[in-house]
């Protein structure tokens, strides 16, 4: 590769080759992560070259034998959890994942994406429909510094009787509980998602905070309970005697390194029957809303999880 400045003369022809060596290796290029940027520059990588990556917002320049940051910190380095490799955009990371709470020991302070899920709302439970729980916050913090430990708190799940979900933290950054779902004549409670609105003429749904979650679904007095909003969309109303679908959850496949659609997080629970049923609970470490009952038990709600990844 020529190197330095070359002053182009008026009415110049140029060479391929000096449109390659003066302008394309040496422009910054974009791409949408480093598994497309190797594909298209395998076989013509020399040092020098520089890039931007729209996954991870970095510039790295080639040094000869890798890729490495610019322009600011690197990735740091750090322990706590249960550790594994995993490969995100054709590149090596470590995830860290904590299901109880602990700390993030950072051993090497630079650069750090954090996924956080808060504890889901418990369903709502008192004798007639009732509304699911609201599902804890569900969000993926990019580029976050650490430079010292970091304590890391997983949100506990609502009980039942629409109790609101707990905050899961790390550090400065955090996602609130999921609201509980909605009792008679009780409205569905606010949270990062609302909770399901429960039987009670007039009452309303929980409402979500639009960014980490969604609203609750409606109820219809003396019909279904609805369903408590989820990271991805909101509750649904019930329909007749049936409760309402919680709503979806969140991807989290393409943090954690997996195909898309493997794993979600933070759904909402779902809104009472007139039948009488349980509610089902929401899995541990899920983030997941509760079941509203009918007369039988409402399922409490999940409880969260923060995974923490660094680049190898």
């Known amino acids: 590769m020529a190197e330095g400045f070359f002053d182009f003369t008026p009415g110049q022809v140029l060479t391929a080759a000096q449109v390659d060596d003066y302008l394309m290796r040496q422009a910054v290029m974009r791409f949408d992560d480093a598994s497309a940027r190797t594909t298209a520059l395998s076989g013509v990588l020399v040092e020098g070259m520089m890039s931007y990556l729209k996954d991870t917002n970095t510039v790295e320049v080639y040094d000869g ?6 322009g600011g910190a690197n ?19 470590t995830l860290l994942t904590f299901t109880s709470s602990g700390t993030l020991t950072v051993t090497d302070a630079g650069l750090f994406d954090v996924l956080i899920v808060g504890g889901g709302g418990g369903g709502g439970q008192a004798g007639l429909t009732t509304g699911g729980g609201g599902a ?28 609101r979900g707990s905050s899961s933290v790390c550090g400065d ?26 039987y009670a003429t007039g009452s309303a749904y929980g409402r979500g905070d639009g960014v ?11 019909q279904g309970g609805g369903g408590g909003g ?7 109303a ?3 005697a049936s409760g ?10 393409t943090f954690r390194g997996e195909s898309a659609g493997t794993t979600y997080y933070s759904a909402g629970g779902t809104g009472s029957s007139t039948s009488g049923a349980n509610g089902s609970a929401g899995g541990a470490n899920t983030g997941d809303g509760g079941g509203g009952s009918d007369g039988g038990t409402a399922g409490a709600g999940g409880s969260g999880i923060v995974l923490v990844r660094f680049k190898n």
């Open 136 to 163: 804890g916050g569900y969000r993926e913090f990019s580029q976050v510094y650490f430079d010292s430990n970091q304590t890391v708190t997983i949100g506990a799940g609502g009980a039942v009787n629409g109790r």
């Open 244 to 253: 309402g679908a919680g709503g979806t959850g969140a991807d989290a496949s």
């Open 212 to 222: 980490t979650g969604n609203d609750g679904g409606l109820g219809v007095a003396a």
């Open 173 to 198: 950054v955090f996602c609130a509980g999921g609201g509980g779902g909605g009792r008679v004549n009780l409205e569905g409670d606010n949270g990062a998602s609302g909770g399901g609105m429960g």
């Open 238 to 240: 019930n329909s007749g």
């Open 230 to 236: 989820g990271a991805g969309s909101v509750g649904s």
């Open 65 to 70: 034998s890798a890729w490495v940051g610019v």
């Open 75 to 93: 990735y740091g380095t750090a322990t706590g959890g249960s550790s594994s490799t995993i490969t995100v955009g054709g590149e090596s990371w």
